[in-house]
């Protein structure tokens, strides 16, 4: 196994910022992070070819984060409508059920064969309370549930699930092998100073030692005025 570092495994998010902003972001970032995640909101503002184009100009890895949540034949035909586009992660919701996620991982393996399909558990922004209103959890079997959703990660075959990084522990649990894809990861001065809206964050240093392969972090480095810093951080963590 090659040892790679924290930076190594960094996807930058890029929200919140239009075609300029996000080249400059590019340009910046060229050569230290390897992984970009674009999302919806840049896919159904440019579309599919300004992606290719992008990354045929900048030469990232691409996480496409358009979770996928429809029926399995609607979500397959989604997935291959990607073919062309050099994704490395792609993302579904794990509520779509296990026939959806066999789907997804059927099409994907079809059309994108260098790509692996994440599945999303809960959203970050759903709290006890959220949870609750929709699907009538209680507090205390909320880790349960994420348990029920990774075991359908697991049994549909995907390779990864995205979650907070206080659930990755429990994804390996369920199946070493499930890559852990997670946002909500905060330098410790943010966590110190309180500078996030995320509900479940960590650390990456706690992160890297409690499961985590991959680091999703946006503004953390994106608007961060002590970049060089926070880079040098990251590739110091194995
Ligand atoms: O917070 P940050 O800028 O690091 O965002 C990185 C990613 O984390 C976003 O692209 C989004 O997918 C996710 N996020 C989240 N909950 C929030 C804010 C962002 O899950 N409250």
Redesign the pocket.
């Known amino acids: 196994v090659v040892a790679t570092t924290a930076l190594d495994r960094t996807i930058l998010?890029?929200?919140n910022m239009q075609a300029p902003e996000i080249e400059k972001t590019l340009e910046k970032f060229s050569g230290r992070v390897k992984f970009i995640?674009l999302?919806l909101e840049q896919y159904c503002r440019y579309g599919k070819k300004w992606v290719q184009e992008l990354q045929d100009e900048h030469q990232f890895q691409l996480f496409l984060?358009l979770k996928f949540h429809d029926i399995p034949n609607t979500v397959a035909r989604a997935i291959e409508g990607l073919e062309g586009l050099h994704v490395h992660l792609l993302t579904i919701h794990l509520t779509g059920g296990l026939e959806m996620i066999r789907a997804a991982q059927e099409a994907c393996k079809k059309t994108l064969p260098q790509a692996k399909v994440l599945g999303v558990s809960f959203?970050?922004?759903l709290g006890e309370e959220d949870l609750h209103q929709i699907f009538h959890f209680e507090a205390k079997e909320i880790p349960q549930r994420f348990e029920a959703l990774f075991t359908l990660a697991k049994q549909g075959g995907i390779g990864g699930v995205v979650c907070?990084p206080n659930e990755a522990q429990i994804a390996k649990k369920i199946a070493p092998h499930l890559i852990t894809v997670c946002?909500?990861?905060?330098f410790l001065d943010e966590i110190a100073t309180q500078k996030?809206?995320?509900?479940r964050t960590a650390d990456p240093a706690w992160a890297i030692s409690n499961g985590v392969d991959y680091l999703?972090?946006?503004?953390?480095?994106?608007?961060s005025e002590r970049l060089e810093e926070r880079l040098l951080e990251l590739s110091s963590y194995t």
């Open positions: 998010a890029i929200d995640k999302g984060d959203l970050t922004s907070s946002p909500g990861i905060r996030q809206d995320q509900k999703v972090i946006g503004r953390s480095l994106t608007q």
